[in-house]
């Protein structure tokens, strides 16, 4: 792709960079398909040992991604994953923000279903997710940690304000 059409648009002032995540099923195929082409013209198909692909800021959403779904999740827990993974990136990274365009397919029905979701249809869920993470840091036993404070507590009460000498 690059060598066929690089140099004519970078004559029009275009640079060649394509990010695309291009899938469906073709009537004659078993399954459906989904690629994340790259702009050289290379490509990575999504499957058990890739179950999502990223375009654009990756690393606030990816451990999300990582952490929870798995290619045989049903559409909507990856749907709601993505939209977690989303919500991340989008506090983090100030070049992320709405809209949230989605597209699903479902296999053997040769219908995409596009649907745009803007901040507002999304901010409960994440005020929801917001307050689930601070929940379950404090509900994190802390057994752990309690060795290493405990080296400070005994030292607690030697702490001693120290006067600073009188200029004058």
Not at 103 to 123: C, G, P
Not at 132 to 137: A, G, I, P, Q, T
């Amino acid at each position: 792709m690059a060598e066929e059409d690089k140099h004519a648009l970078e004559e029009s002032g275009f640079r060649f960079n394509i990010h695309a995540l291009v899938g469906g099923q073709l009537h004659k195929d078993r399954e459906h398909k989904l690629f994340l082409i790259y702009p050289e013209g290379n490509w990575v198909e999504i499957s058990r040992g890739t179950p999502y692909h990223i375009i654009g800021a990756s690393g606030y959403g990816k451990p999300v991604l990582d952490r929870t779904l798995k290619y045989e999740d049903p559409m909507r827990f990856a749907l709601k994953v993505g939209c977690l993974a989303f919500d991340s990136t989008r506090i983090s990274a100030a070049d992320v923000d709405f809209p949230v365009d989605v597209v699903l397919y479902a296999r053997n029905t040769f219908q995409i279903i596009e649907h745009r979701f803007e901040k507002s249809d999304l901010a409960d869920i994440s005020n929801w997710w917001q307050e689930r993470l601070r929940k379950s840091v404090n509900e994190l036993p802390s057994e752990w940690i309690e060795h290493a404070f405990s080296k400070l507590m005994p030292h607690a009460d030697k702490i001693t304000v120290l006067q600073q000498p009188r200029q004058g």
